[in-house]
């Protein structure tokens, strides 16, 4: 899947009247996307592979990868985030974006309440301004109460975005 517009996005899941469910259970999953971020007052838009309210990943293989644009997205979620396995690499050097009263930043795997991630292997790649691999507002639980858990390798490259700064350069 290849998405290059205006906040545009591989797979949305969900309105405003249904939050909507992604489950990846298997298969493969490749998005390229790129595409600028919009801002209507302090209501952002951003590229994004998966945007849906709630994200599962029990098996599969997501590949992402974010060049261009600003604030892109992997995976946004309204809700949660489980994974309990899968293949995910996610390479993105989509660098931030000054907003009227915020600076926005890209991010691999966000999520507006919890991310709990039990197993899979992760290979995520940000080197844009200000970029996140994991970002839960809620809670973050990585592993599972056995001790077991994912393989994760992430690597966060970019430099600092400083407030107010417009520039979109590493």
């Known amino acids: 899947i290849t998405n290059s517009g ?5 797979v949305k899941v969900g309105n405003s009247e249904n939050i909507g469910t992604f489950t990846l ?15 209507d007052g302090t209501d952002a ?8 309210g709630y994200y599962v990943g029990n098996g599969g293989v997501m590949n992402v990868t974010a060049i261009t644009g600003n604030a892109s ?3 946004s979620a309204d809700e949660n985030i489980v994974i309990t396995d899968g293949d995910y690499t996610i390479v993105n050097s989509c660098n931030g974006q000054a907003g009227t009263s915020d600076n926005y ?15 899979g292997n992760f290979d995520i790649k940000m080197s844009g301004t200000g970029g996140k691999g994991l970002k839960a507002d809620g809670e973050l639980v990585i592993g599972r ?3 077991s858990g994912p393989m994760m390798r992430i690597a966060t490259t970019g430099t600092k975005r400083s407030a107010g700064s417009t520039s979109g350069g590493t």
């Open 73 to 75: 997205r992997a995976i």
């Open 105 to 119: 930043t890209a991010k691999a795997l966000t999520c507006d309440k919890n991310i709990t991630i039990e197993g």
């Open 45 to 52: 838009s951003y590229c994004a592979a998966v945007k849906t």
């Open 6 to 10: 205006a906040a545009s996005k591989s």
């Open 25 to 39: 259970n298997g298969g493969t999953l490749t998005a390229n996307i790129s595409g600028t971020m919009v801002l």
């Open 145 to 147: 109460t056995d001790g």
